[in-house]
């Protein structure tokens, strides 16, 4: 926008003659002010239309049109579009294959052509390597049998890779995100468990980035579950009670804050990758201790046992496979640079007068901050931006406040954690802010969020509870004018009473069962299975839901879904009220409002019901379900319907015979998932 402004264009006398009466607002400002917002619409348009030229850079609308120059359907998306030109070029190549399957999933692909993994007669003036079936098993490379990378040829089937005239590509149906400097959880004789919220988390190969035009070449390029044929396929491997990886071991190598598999701090000093050890770390009896300058990580628990020369206080920087966008390891919130009021919590800075090392000192400080500027009043806050917004700059796990009940002078206040950060609140949050509306985004949360009575709004954005804990957002009944919504939340089981507004949820799993992920011979963890909505005294809540998942039973006064699976089945109290479309809504024949195009079999079959697994309550697209293709726009239905999984996956698939050589067959498969 210009920095000129209407009322430069006025003659000096007419632009400031005073007011009349005096110390009111002129109505010629109230104009010039209407004319300027105007303007800055006009100025806005102008430059879309020229970034509308650019694919990179132009709005959804003018995607189709951009996509029909390049002679692509209307439903290709935006990287599909970009990439078009650059992969009709190389059709017919392996990389060319890889790039179309990533470009149109998400995913990571590996071609394998069929000629190369079959045995077949060869001439003897072919050229080597020679195509036999025999395998040198003093090699690392025996490891690798019956993984996507095995070295050895196979006969010929007649489907599926092993066939001399197939072209294949290989998926994994999963991507991996990074929690950097995570502090690790303490359960006892200096073991530490990494995950922020103290459940088990297997560990995964960070694959390496990959340029356009170049091939998945090794296990070093896939986004494979860490385990011990892993390490010894990779590198050398000294064998005994707790394994040790050869000085020139690939995942020992990278930086401290991008590692293959793990880099440790213990007291903001980093631990060398050889001090590193791989066995057991059980959460029962103490295992024997390890040498003073040894760490024991335990890659199918993601845990960790500290020798003595350490000191304490673990930060773990790993990955773990997601499915989607939710929760705080999703989270990608910017800073807001119109907040009015910006109070840091950083634990590792030295205290000022907008930094704080607590989040009961931000909220101390900023509402102090807020009172002390007689210019922050309340009637200038505007809807969609914080007046006060508090910075968690941290990874730590931090202490839950005190409960915060009061008054506030500004109405709109932001708890946020900045993106690549993923601060961890310690215990219950309550909240009870009078008049106030509070958004909390990409945390990990311990303990309960409790809601108090005074509340206007409450906006949850990327936020992961513990539903294995038995964790719930609890709703005081007597908040009869709050406005609860939640987006791309991982939420444990929902307690409210009837109010004037509904609860609103967009992408999210409200998790009931609270299964969570156990080691080998662990016994499961979790309790009792609960309703996943319900009342918290009286009568339950209105609900509003789009894509959302329900794992446990909903109890609703009224149900407005769309695209949602209500796995344990819903019920309402006002049937005659609200509609079900493109829903599951379960087998039992429990009252529920208008249905339309709303399936009650067969059952979703999920690839994990187990709270932190990759494909955590997401519809298991090896399947033919009818549930993959049931949604509003002919997606899946659920809390993933905004990846938009099983749309890409069949956008492949009817498209890939375009980038195989003729006479070839082309297939399309998906590494099997590395937690159930």
């Known amino acids: 926008?210009?920095?000129?402004?209407?009322?430069?264009?006025?003659?000096?006398?007419?632009?400031?003659?005073?007011?009349?009466?005096?110390?009111?607002?002129?109505?010629?400002?109230?104009?010039?002010?209407?004319?300027?917002?105007?303007?800055?619409?006009?100025?806005?348009?102008?430059?879309?239309?020229?970034?509308?030229?650019?694919?990179?850079?132009?709005?959804?609308?003018?995607?189709?049109?951009?996509?029909?120059?390049?002679?692509?359907?209307?439903?290709?998306?935006?990287?599909?579009?970009?990439?078009?030109?650059?992969?009709?070029?190389?059709?017919?190549?392996?990389?060319?294959?890889?790039?179309?399957?990533?470009?149109?999933?998400?995913?990571?692909?590996?071609?394998?052509?069929?000629?190369?993994?079959?045995?077949?007669?060869?001439?003897?003036?072919?050229?080597?390597?020679?195509?036999?079936?025999?395998?040198?098993?003093?090699?690392?490379?025996?490891?690798?049998?019956?993984?996507?990378?095995?070295?050895?040829?196979?006969?010929?089937?007649?489907?599926?890779?092993?066939?001399?005239?197939?072209?294949?590509?290989?998926?994994?149906?999963?991507?991996?995100?990074?929690?950097?400097?995570?502090?690790?959880?303490?359960?006892?004789?200096?073991?530490?468990?990494?995950?922020?919220?103290?459940?088990?988390?297997?560990?995964?190969?960070?694959?390496?980035?990959?340029?356009?035009?170049?091939?998945?070449?090794?296990?070093?390029?896939?986004?494979?579950?860490?385990?011990?044929?892993?390490?010894?396929?990779?590198?050398?491997?000294?064998?005994?009670?707790?394994?040790?990886?050869?000085?020139?071991?690939?995942?020992?190598?990278?930086?401290?804050?991008?590692?293959?598999?793990?880099?440790?701090?213990?007291?903001?000093?980093?631990?060398?990758?050889?001090?590193?050890?791989?066995?057991?770390?059980?959460?029962?009896?103490?295992?024997?201790?390890?040498?003073?300058?040894?760490?024991?990580?335990?890659?199918?628990?993601?845990?960790?046992?500290?020798?003595?020369?350490?000191?304490?206080?673990?930060?773990?920087?790993?990955?773990?496979?997601?499915?989607?966008?939710?929760?705080?390891?999703?989270?990608?919130?910017?800073?807001?640079?119109?907040?009015?009021v910006v109070v840091t919590v950083d634990r590792d800075a030295t205290p000022s007068a907008f930094v704080v090392t607590t989040i009961e000192a931000a909220i101390d400080r900023a509402e102090q901050l807020c009172q002390d500027d007689p210019e922050l009043r309340p009637e200038d806050s505007l809807p969609g931006r914080p007046d006060v917004e508090i910075r968690l700059a941290t990874s730590d796990?931090?202490?839950?406040?005190?409960?915060?009940?009061?008054?506030?002078?500004?109405?709109?206040?932001?708890?946020?954690?900045?993106a690549l950060l993923t601060p961890t609140i310690g215990g219950t949050l309550a909240l009870d802010l009078e008049g106030a509306c509070v958004t909390l985004e990409g945390v990990y949360l311990r303990g309960d969020l409790e809601l108090g009575a005074g509340l206007a709004g409450v906006e949850l954005v990327n936020l992961t509870m513990n539903p294995v804990a038995g964790r719930a957002v609890l709703v005081s009944p007597d908040a009869w004018g709050l406005a609860l919504g939640a987006r791309r939340c991982l939420l444990g089981p929902v307690r409210a009473d009837l109010a004037a507004l509904p609860i609103r949820l967009t992408d999210c799993v409200v998790d009931g069962h609270g299964l969570g992920l156990a080691g080998c011979g662990d016994p499961v963890p979790g309790g009792a299975a609960t309703a996943a909505i319900d009342a918290r005294e009286r009568f339950a809540p209105g609900l509003v839901a789009d894509g959302v998942t329900f794992a446990g039973p909903v109890s609703a006064e009224t149900a407005q879904a769309v695209d949602c699976v209500f796995v344990d089945g819903v019920e309402v109290v006002r049937g005659g009220e609200g509609c079900l479309r493109h829903c599951y809504v379960g087998p039992e024949p429990l009252p529920r409002p208008t249905t339309y195009r709303c399936l009650t079999e067969p059952v979703p079959r999920f690839v994990s019901e187990r709270f932190e697994a990759g494909g955590y309550y997401a519809l298991d697209l090896e399947t033919d379900q009818p549930l993959l293709t049931a949604a509003s726009d002919g997606g899946e239905v659920g809390a993933y319907h905004h990846a938009r999984r099983a749309a890409g996956l069949n956008r492949l698939r009817r498209r890939i015979h375009e980038f195989v050589p003729l006479g070839l067959r082309a297939e399309v498969e998906m590494a099997p998932w590395e937690e159930r």
């Open 397 to 418: 796990r931090l202490p839950p406040p005190a409960p915060v009940a009061f008054a506030p002078k500004l109405p709109r206040w932001r708890i946020v954690a900045p």
């Open 1 to 340: 926008m210009s920095a000129v402004r209407a009322a430069d264009w006025l003659p000096g006398a007419l632009r400031d003659a005073p007011a009349e009466p005096p110390a009111q607002p002129r109505l010629l400002d109230a104009l010039l002010s209407a004319i300027d917002r105007q303007r800055a619409l006009l100025e806005d348009d102008i430059d879309q239309v020229y970034e509308d030229f650019f694919i990179e850079s132009c709005a959804e609308w003018a995607i189709p049109y951009i996509a029909a120059l390049v002679g692509l359907p209307a439903d290709a998306g935006r990287a599909e579009v970009a990439s078009a030109v650059a992969l009709r070029r190389r059709k017919g190549t392996p990389a060319a294959l890889e790039d179309l399957a990533e470009v149109l999933t998400g995913w990571t692909a590996l071609a394998v052509e069929g000629w190369q993994v079959t045995l077949w007669a060869q001439r003897l003036g072919h050229p080597p390597p020679p195509r036999a079936a025999a395998v040198d098993l003093r090699s690392r490379a025996r490891h690798r049998l019956g993984t996507p990378f095995e070295p050895a040829r196979r006969c010929v089937t007649p489907s599926g890779r092993w066939n001399p005239r197939t072209a294949t590509a290989l998926l994994w149906p999963w991507q991996l995100r990074t929690l950097r400097a995570a502090q690790a959880t303490a359960i006892g004789d200096r073991r530490y468990t990494l995950h922020p919220l103290g459940v088990d988390a297997p560990l995964y190969v960070r694959p390496r980035p990959r340029a356009l035009a170049t091939r998945t070449a090794s296990q070093l390029d896939a986004p494979l579950r860490a385990g011990y044929r892993v390490l010894e396929s990779l590198g050398d491997v000294e064998y005994g009670d707790r394994w040790r990886l050869g000085p020139e071991h690939p995942l020992l190598a990278g930086a401290p804050d991008a590692p293959p598999l793990i880099s440790l701090t213990a007291g903001n000093a980093p631990v060398p990758p050889e001090a590193l050890r791989f066995g057991s770390v059980p959460g029962g009896a103490a295992p024997p201790a390890p040498a003073a300058d040894e760490v024991v990580v335990d890659l199918a628990r993601g845990r960790v046992h500290v020798g003595d020369g350490f000191a304490a206080g673990i930060r773990a920087t790993f990955h773990r496979p997601v499915s989607g966008r939710l929760g705080a390891l999703a989270g990608d919130a910017p800073a807001d640079v119109g907040a009015r």
